[in-house]
Structure formats: structure tokens, C-alpha cells
């Protein structure tokens, strides 16, 4: 089901819900429509969508920082995966993405070795 599928639904069921669903910003939108073209296998929009959110990053984006290393690593594209959590650890201190990029870099070391 799409965004709009989603939005059509709540309009018609539950107009409180619905106002309040518009008042979503369009930040938390671009990650959830990434969220969907991930499902739909449409990765490099979401990845576009992802990368956007870096340029306004939030202490809040763990979860869409998580997915961009993430397929950036299934991908091989090591240098992406350690761009993307060395911008985020200066504005998401989080130990899971801390380990995430130690592990990175032990691969890239890997891989020059």
C-alpha cells in the first residue's frame, strides 16, 4: 500500500488523525516513502531519499541512517557506509552505529590489505 493509498484511508475513516498525519514533516515523509521504495525493491530511490535526509540530519534519524549503512554495505560500497556514519555520530552518538562504523573500517582495512 502506498503513502497515498494510506492518507486516502485515514481521510475518509478518522479526520482527526488524518489533520494530524498532514502535520507530519516532510523530513519524516521522505523517510517513510524511502521505507516504501525499499519494500518495492526500488533501492536507489531510496537510497536518494536517504541521503537527503544526511543534508538535515536529526537526532532522530537513527532508524534512516541505520538502513543507508546498511545497504550500503550489502552493496559494497564501504567508503558510502563510513561517510554516512561518521557525518551521523557527530549528531546521533548512538553505540550501535559507533560499532557499525568500527566494523566498517575493519573491512575496508580488509579489503586494502
Known amino acids: ?3 497515498e493509498e494510506i492518507m486516502d484511508f485515514w481521510k475518509k475513516e478518522d479526520k ?3 489533520d ?3 502535520s507530519v514533516s516532510d523530513h519524516d515523509m521522505q523517510v517513510m516513502k524511502a521505507m516504501e ?3 518495492a ?4 530511490k531510496a537510497i536518494a531519499l536517504y541521503e537527503k535526509n544526511l543534508q538535515d540530519l536529526k537526532d532522530t534519524d537513527f ?3 541505520e538502513r543507508l549503512a546498511i545497504i ?11 561517510r554516512v556514519l561518521e557525518k551521523s555520530l557527530k549528531v546521533i552518538p548512538h553505540s550501535k552505529l559507533k560499532a557499525r562504523l568500527e566494523k566498517a573500517k575493519a573491512l575496508k582495512a ?3 590489505g
Open 110 to 112: 580488509k579489503k586494502q
Open 72 to 82: 550500503y554495505r550489502k552493496r559494497g560500497k564501504i567508503e558510502d557506509e563510513i
Open 20 to 22: 494530524h498525519m498532514k
Open 16 to 18: 482527526e488523525f488524518y
Open 41 to 44: 525493491g526500488e533501492i536507489e
Open 63 to 65: 532508524f534512516s541512517v
Open 1 to 3: 500500500m502506498k503513502w
Open 37 to 39: 521504495y525499499e519494500k
